[in-house]
């Protein structure tokens, strides 16, 4: 059987668009008789990354990931994350010759920007994500648009690998257990509550019926005390209880103009529900204005005219983003090499 280490720094409790690319794609991988080994944070003291304390810094990590690409001998090696574990991975690859794969999931450049405040070091990352992807044999990315816009800042041997969406687990409730009856119509923002995400600008839209927020995070408690007179927050919720909420909803509203794709919008699209989104990368790629969603640099305009369109076309083009084609598409990568 194959054999592929995987090296993240993004690691449980975190509840976000990587970890659930991770957790699924690791669980498909040894369904297709793969021997998957993570290194992760969880392996290492820690402490909070500056500027983002929800991600976790290893510490004096290099001699245990050398320990463990020694023992493992694998046949491939993927670096989901630039952090410290990837970047000690990608220092031991080069010293040894070791072939590796990564991946670019997030902008951290412009999640760095909006959380320190400041642009002073925004072409010093991109500076550092270059060098530390242009080191590998081939760079993932999840759509065209991301493609084409790291080409553009010199990154090298881009290649997609699409994200997906578990369209028989994300389907509208036949058999709600939720007994809330909120005022209709009832839009929702659902995802981290962290200040890229610009979830205050969807709290500050006029909007009839109920907003509410379906998440947690470092925002949260600021959020809420002042918006919570005109938006319910839910906190984090999953399973069937995540999905119940979702079926009593109708319009999503995708706010941020910072994401690289947005799992999200799929996994509501996926239980029939038009998103409401900036015409930015990510829901560029997904939404077809007009379709299953609407595209709008004004939210309200976007977000009300989501209320006319039809719950099967949203989940026609959820049933486009399949996990088993997502997989496929990695190990092609993974072996064209």
Not at 110 to 125: N, P, Q
Not at 269 to 283: K, L, N, R, T
């Amino acid at each position: 059987m194959k054999k592929i280490v995987i090296i993240t720094d993004v690691w449980y409790p975190q509840v976000n668009g990587v970890m659930t690319i991770l957790e699924k794609t690791i669980e498909l991988l040894e369904k297709k008789g793969f021997i998957v080994t993570v290194i992760h944070p969880g392996l290492f003291k820690t402490i909070p990354m500056p500027f983002y304390s929800e991600i976790r810094t290893p510490l004096f990590s290099r001699n245990k990931i050398k320990q463990i690409l020694k023992k493992e001998n694998p046949d491939h090696i993927h670096i989901i994350t630039e952090g410290m574990l990837g970047l000690n991975t990608r220092s031991i690859c080069n010293k040894y010759n070791l072939k590796f794969t990564s991946s670019y999931h997030t902008h951290f450049p412009e999640y760095l920007k909006i959380r320190s405040g400041t642009g002073l070091f925004y072409d010093s990352v991109y500076k550092y994500l270059r060098w530390f992807h242009n080191a590998s044999v081939k760079t993932m990315v999840a759509t065209e648009d991301l493609k084409n816009e790291l080409q553009e800042r010199g990154f090298n041997d881009l290649v997609i690998w699409p994200c997906a969406v578990d369209t028989d687990f994300f389907v509208k409730s036949k058999n709600n257990t939720i007994n809330i009856n909120f005022q209709k119509p009832v839009f929702f923002y659902l995802g981290r509550v962290a200040e890229e995400k610009n979830i205050e600008e969807y709290l500050k839209c006029h909007l009839p019926g109920t907003k509410l927020v379906i998440g947690d995070g470092p925002e949260r408690k600021k959020l809420e005390k002042q918006y919570g007179g005109k938006a319910i927050f839910i906190g984090y919720k999953k399973g069937k209880e995540l999905v119940d909420l979702i079926s009593l909803c109708d319009v999503m509203v995708f706010p941020s103009r910072t994401d690289t794709f947005g799992l999200t919008i799929i996994e509501a699209m996926s239980c029939g529900i038009p998103v409401a989104a900036h015409d930015v990368m990510g829901p560029r790629d997904i939404i077809s204005s007009g379709v299953d969603g609407f595209l709008d640099e004004d939210l309200v305009k976007a977000a009300t005219k989501c209320l006319t369109l039809s719950g099967e076309n949203c989940r026609n083009k959820a049933m486009n983003y399949s996990w088993d084609n997502s997989v496929e598409s990695l190990i092609s990568n993974l072996t064209q090499i």
